[in-house]
């Protein structure tokens, strides 16, 4: 090797074993590149022009044809004799997995070698808590685990909780609802009253969570189809803090908890099967029948939770029910639910607070009008405070 050259080398990773190839150039910037003591074992011929790894090589150099090269052997003589680092543009993990490293001569084809972008966080803070010493290293340790922990055991906390009042106003609830099916049998707003003492004593521990837009709800007991935006499991609970005697709409495989499913059994919980047409069509027909005897429901037009926090499309059939049976729609919007119990990591609770603002109640007979009116005034809100709308 001449003094006015160097050897570069450059990996080409694939499914299978990585491949080095090295190349003799004009000289660079040590700041381009980042050094790494030459290894090879001895290899045979091998040709790169008409082969799949030539392409990827002459894309690389930019070049349209590869230049000439003479393999050279590269074995235990051959390494002892170059005194000189390789520059790795793009080197291997480790030099084991160097299967192929083939050197060719090149007439300083001037090609400009940069080097690729690394992201090196991980190595970097690892290399850092080690200088540090072992007190820091331990220190960052276990601030890593507190802050994985306390998410869990608030989550556990909450549960207990939750599981607790339930099982004691879950008692209540049976001894009452005999008097409640005989009195009231639609609205039943006994159990919806517990049922909002439950909520209330489950959430005010956690979390704080504010109203806004009160004066919007309708009079107790007017009948009105109430929708939401939905990202968490938490906005039960929120929702029952109103204080509304509503219906929601839930997922058939909700009412098998324990406790928890029995209770919204009594209360009086629409059950909808998914993907099936025809349980599309009682839970429509039950929604009509509450409403017409003046009761309220409350539907998620989304259908599901949001997995990443943005508003998604809404169905119609909220508002189909509020138009065939000429009762306001009221809009709420949901905000902060998502961020301390976010969809999919049911088992942790964060820190935070909750917002719900109640919206002017619409009109109409117009379905797909009372759809985007809802979603519009849903959505400006999410908007306002920083949220995603698909």
């Known amino acids: 090797m001449d003094k006015d050259s160097i050897c570069s080398t450059f990996t080409f990773p694939s499914s299978g074993p990585k491949c080095c190839v090295s190349i003799r150039s004009r000289p660079l910037s040590l700041k381009q590149t980042r050094l790494r003591p030459f290894s090879s074992s001895t290899l045979p011929p091998i040709r790169l022009r008409d082969s799949a790894m030539g392409t990827m090589t002459r894309s690389l150099l930019g070049l349209k044809t590869l230049p000439s090269f003479a393999p050279l052997n590269c074995g235990p003589a051959s390494r002892n004799?170059?005194?000189?680092?390789?520059?790795?543009?793009?080197?291997?993990?480790?030099?084991?997995?160097?299967?192929?490293?083939?050197?060719?001569?090149?007439?300083?084809?001037?090609?400009?070698?940069?080097?690729?972008?690394?992201?090196?966080?991980?190595?970097?803070t690892r290399s850092a808590i080690a200088a540090s010493g072992p007190a820091d290293a331990a220190a960052s340790s276990v601030t890593g685990s507190?802050?994985?922990?306390?998410?869990?055991?608030?989550?556990?906390?909450?549960?207990?909780?939750?599981a607790v009042a339930a099982i004691f106003l879950f008692a209540v609830m049976v001894v009452v609802h005999p008097f409640v099916v005989l009195f009231d049998r639609y609205r039943r707003r006994a159990h919806h009253l517990i049922a909002k003492i439950w909520a209330t004593m489950t959430i005010v521990p956690f979390y704080k969570f504010?109203?806004?837009?009160?004066?919007?709800?309708?009079?107790?007991?007017?009948?009105?189809?109430?929708?939401?935006?939905?990202?968490?499991?938490?906005?039960?609970y929120t929702l029952l803090t109103l204080g509304r005697s509503f219906k929601f709409i839930s997922k058939r495989s909700i009412f098998l908890f324990p406790i928890i499913g029995w209770a919204?059994?009594?209360?009086?919980?629409?059950?909808l099967r998914r993907m099936d047409s025809r349980c599309r069509l009682d839970c429509f027909k039950r929604c009509m029948e509450f409403v017409k005897k003046g009761a309220s429901v409350f539907f998620f037009p989304e259908g599901t939770r949001s997995k990443d926090g943005m508003l998604g499309a809404f169905k119609k059939g909220a508002f189909?029910?509020?138009?065939?049976?000429?009762?306001?729609?009221?809009p709420i919007t949901l905000i902060g639910t998502g961020n301390i119990m976010p969809p999919g990591k049911e088992g942790i609770l964060n820190s935070g607070s909750v917002k719900v603002v109640i919206h002017k109640t619409l009109d109409g007979k117009d379905a797909d009008k009372l759809c985007n009116e809802a979603r519009d005034a849903i959505a400006r809100t999410l908007l306002l405070h920083g949220c995603g709308v698909h």
Request: hydrophobic share 40%; glycine share 6%.
């Open 81 to 124: 004799a170059v005194s000189s680092p390789v520059l790795i543009v793009a080197g291997c993990r480790s030099n084991s997995q160097v299967d192929r490293i083939l050197r060719f001569r090149c007439p300083r084809p001037g090609i400009l070698i940069r080097k690729r972008p690394t992201v090196q966080r991980d190595t970097v």
């Open 146 to 162: 507190e802050f994985q922990m306390v998410p869990r055991i608030r989550g556990i906390c909450f549960y207990s909780v939750t």
């Open 210 to 236: 504010e109203f806004e837009g009160m004066e919007n709800l309708p009079p107790q007991g007017t009948p009105a189809v109430y929708v939401s935006n939905h990202q968490s499991f938490l906005d039960i």
């Open 264 to 271: 919204m059994f009594l209360m009086g919980v629409i059950p």
């Open 320 to 330: 189909s029910v509020a138009a065939k049976a000429g009762v306001p729609v009221v």
